[in-house]
């Protein structure tokens, strides 16, 4: 086990055990904490009835300590995270979104310049067009990882910005629910995010990303222009590397077209690489994988939320939306991922077989569908691993 693993277990145990105490001392910890976090809040400008009403009867969820050492784009496989991020059902909603929405969508490329296919694209990987908000009370999450956890000062920002919105009446505190981090509405924005770059795109007063989808979209907008996204440039484009490559790779390794063709790349349909923007070498599963050529408007999409996964999962969904053709080389693997609609297939199947996932085919790939998947595995003569695969899906297809 690698130190830096160490490390984060060791984080997480930490973290857990402050609400692992005796109910009686784990309440009086959490309280004692929410006392210096009222004193913090009132200097931010928080008044004295807003915190009373949020934090009366408030208390902790360990869940969200797990979710926080365990975030998807950085623990799954490449090839799993974006073949149900990107499958042909986030492709075909997204442009039955693109229709329903296109005023909204107009208003928001035309006010910040970020093209339509982009901002629909961060749309349907937050939230699933609107689908999966989140069910987690904001202020509850919040709190919790503002007292317990690695990160506690960012948390502790992100509760007081909650309570501001809340103050000033933006979001209903009912409806004010979200992700294990906090993040909520369309597109998911954190609350200080909210509070510094949120637009009321549909014109009635209030800046609502739970409610409006046209201050969603302009929100989303505004926040890639802010992170740095120039209208007209592209996110960059797949391309074929030269056998053996061995030579410089990295998103944030920016250098002009030219230097790249002078190696050898080309674009993944043979031809040359053209003019543009300098450019990163972006290798994800290394050089036996898919390569894309990432232009600072990659940077801007990555800044939503900093993982290269996430971000190469809205740029090829957004090339979708936009009609081109999808990822051209494959991973480098032979066992790979499902789409959602496999999943679902998967789950029911597993079902039928007797095993207990509450009743529910809903291709999220949760701690019951692993455990289950896992002692399919095994009885199967497969490498028990868990995942949800395509080894997986044909053994239980052929049963």
């Not at 009373?52 to 009867?57: A, I, L, S």
């Not at 869940?63 to 075909?92: C, S």
Request: glycine share 12%.
């Amino acid at each position: 086990m690698n130190q830096a693993r160490v490390l984060r277990m060791r984080a997480a145990f930490s973290a857990l055990c402050l609400f692992a105490l005796p109910v009686a001392a784990a309440a009086e910890s959490f309280s004692d904490c929410l006392s210096g976090l009222h004193a913090a809040a009132r200097a931010g400008g928080v008044d004295d009835a807003t915190f009373d009403k949020v934090t009366r009867g408030l208390e902790p969820n360990p869940e969200v300590l797990v979710f926080a050492q365990a975030q998807p784009e950085f623990k799954t496989p490449i090839w799993d995270y974006l073949a149900g991020l990107v499958d042909e059902e986030r492709v075909n909603d997204g442009r039955a979104m693109m229709q329903r929405w296109a005023q909204a969508l107009a208003t928001a490329q035309g006010r910040f310049g970020v093209d339509q296919a982009t901002i629909t694209a961060v749309w349907g990987v937050e939230s699933d067009y609107g689908r999966s908000f989140g069910t987690r009370p904001v202020a509850q999450s919040l709190a919790t990882l503002s007292c317990g956890g690695t990160r506690q000062g960012y948390f502790r920002s992100e509760f007081i910005a909650a309570l501001k919105i809340i103050q000033h009446g933006d979001i209903d505190p009912a409806q004010f629910n979200g992700s294990w981090a906090g993040a909520f509405g369309h597109t998911q924005f954190m609350p200080s995010t909210f509070l510094r770059i949120a637009v009321d795109l549909d014109g009635d007063g209030r800046k609502d990303l739970i409610n409006s989808v046209p201050d969603a979209l302009g929100s989303t907008a505004a926040y890639l222009r802010k992170g740095g996204w120039t209208p007209g440039v592209g996110w960059g484009f797949e391309v074929k590397l030269p056998d053996h490559y061995s030579g410089p790779s990295g998103r944030t390794r920016k250098e002009p077209m030219a230097a790249w063709a002078a190696r050898g790349l080309a674009r993944i349909d043979g031809t040359a690489l053209g003019s543009g923007p300098n450019a990163g070498l972006l290798i994800p599963a290394g050089v036996n994988g898919p390569a894309f050529l990432v232009t600072h408007n990659f940077d801007a999409i990555y800044s939503y939320n900093a993982a290269e996964s996430y971000a190469l999962a809205i740029a090829l969904l957004s090339d979708r939306l936009r009609g081109w053709p999808g990822l051209i080389a494959a991973w480098p693997t032979n066992d790979p991922g499902l789409s959602r609609a496999e999943r679902r297939e998967m789950q029911t199947l597993l079902m039928r077989r007797g095993y207990d996932l509450d009743g529910k085919a809903d291709g999220v790939i949760g701690t019951k569908t692993k455990q289950a998947i896992s002692d399919f595995q095994t009885k199967s003569g497969l490498s028990p691993n868990g995942r949800a695969s395509a080894s997986v899906l044909a053994a239980l297809r052929g049963r």
